[in-house]
């Protein structure tokens, strides 16, 4: 049982590795899978082809994918002045300016980005690699997160398979972290630190999860989340936008094969918070960085969650109770063809 602290390379920060606690008694709060068949089509879903959402207007009648601005937006560009600006003293504010967006993976209410070809989520992937570059080469834009939270266990209620686009005037935490570590690294050593990672991964190999000629998924050493993975090209590139062809189709075969080894895990729809990792777009120098996607499942066990707590929420460090390449050997012997489906895609 692995009992140790490991180094987060990527945030400068130890975990707490103790899975010799993970079967300890639990009496707590459990989570209830009741899968239902969902319908192709809902008439009241707001993600829909064709239907009304709340703000009035009607999405288009879709066949593929779908592209709109947020309803609810949390930035926008006609984000009003502060009430009062403080520039003054210790506290600081400003309009909250930026774009919030919506993508739908699919007109197809009831189908999961694990669900659908490698072809259309290549054809995803350039609507990312779009979006990616109209809104960061806006002068305003410092940062795009494109980002999937999936399943009621991260707060989503409509299945409809959809991801979102915070396209802000700031760079978000994370990022501006990855970005400064990766600048650091290959100043002091000459390399990309992503592709030593990479590296190591592979020469160990033991949490790889799949890899092909041009893109990799591991469970990086260093993870914090039960089922945590990463999905990179091998290659280096800043973000998504400069992949070639045979780099997304590799890519979207080993996006596909690691969602479905997800799904397949407890032969249920698996719940997770996907963030693409791409390089700011403020103008600065970010050679060093390396495009990757993060996938942070909340669940320990079908109906367990990951509790945030005392020295993740309090402290700011992880404290994971599994062992990284226990959950990775689980992963590795998932497979790969996708149980609601029963025929392999590849
Ligand atoms: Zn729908
Ligand atoms: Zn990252």
Redo the contacts with the bound molecule.
């Keep these: 049982m692995t009992w140790e602290e490991r180094w987060h390379p990527l945030r400068e920060e130890w975990i707490i590795v103790a899975a010799h606690r993970q079967n300890r008694p639990w009496s707590g709060e459990t989570i209830e899978h009741a899968e239902e068949l969902l319908p192709e089509?809902?008439s009241d879903?707001y993600?829909?082809p064709g239907n009304l959402r709340v703000s009035g207007r009607r999405n288009d009648d879709y066949t593929s994918t779908f592209v709109f601005d947020n309803d609810h937006p949390c930035v926008g560009m006609d984000a009003p002045p502060p009430q009062k600006v403080e520039s003054s003293g210790i506290y600081l504010n400003r309009p909250a300016q930026g774009f919030a967006r919506v993508v739908c993976y699919s007109p197809n209410?009831s189908v999961a980005l694990a669900e659908l070809e490698i072809s259309e989520i290549e054809n995803l992937l350039r609507v990312w690699q779009e979006q990616y570059r109209e809104l960061g080469s806006r002068p305003e834009i410092n940062h795009v997160l494109i980002f999937e939270n999936k399943g009621e266990a991260v707060g989503v209620s409509?299945p409809?398979p959809h991801c979102q686009i915070y396209a802000t005037n700031f760079v978000f935490k994370t990022i501006e972290t990855e970005a400064r570590v990766s600048q650091q690294h290959l100043a002091a050593t000459g390399r990309i630190i992503f592709q030593d990672i990479i590296e190591a991964e592979r020469a160990d190999n033991r949490r790889v999860i799949f890899e092909n000629e041009r893109a990799i998924a591991f469970m990086p050493y260093f993870a914090r989340y039960a089922y945590e993975v990463f999905v990179a090209p091998k290659e280096r590139h800043r973000s998504l936008a400069t992949l070639s062809d045979e780099e997304l189709r590799d890519f979207a075969a080993v996006l596909k094969n690691t969602l479905v080894r997800f799904d397949n895990l407890w032969r249920m729809p698996f719940p997770y918070v996907m963030a693409l990792h791409q390089a700011p777009t403020d103008g600065g120098d970010y050679s060093g960085f390396h495009f990757h996607v993060e996938f942070h499942p909340p669940l320990r066990r079908p109906t367990l969650l990951k509790y945030l707590a005392g020295p993740e929420i309090g402290g700011g460090n992880f404290l994971s109770d599994t062992s990284p390449e226990e959950k990775a050997a689980e992963l590795r012997a998932a497979g790969d063809v996708h149980y609601k489906i029963g025929a392999s895609n590849f």
């Design positions: 089509y809902v879903c993600l829909c209410h409509n409809h």
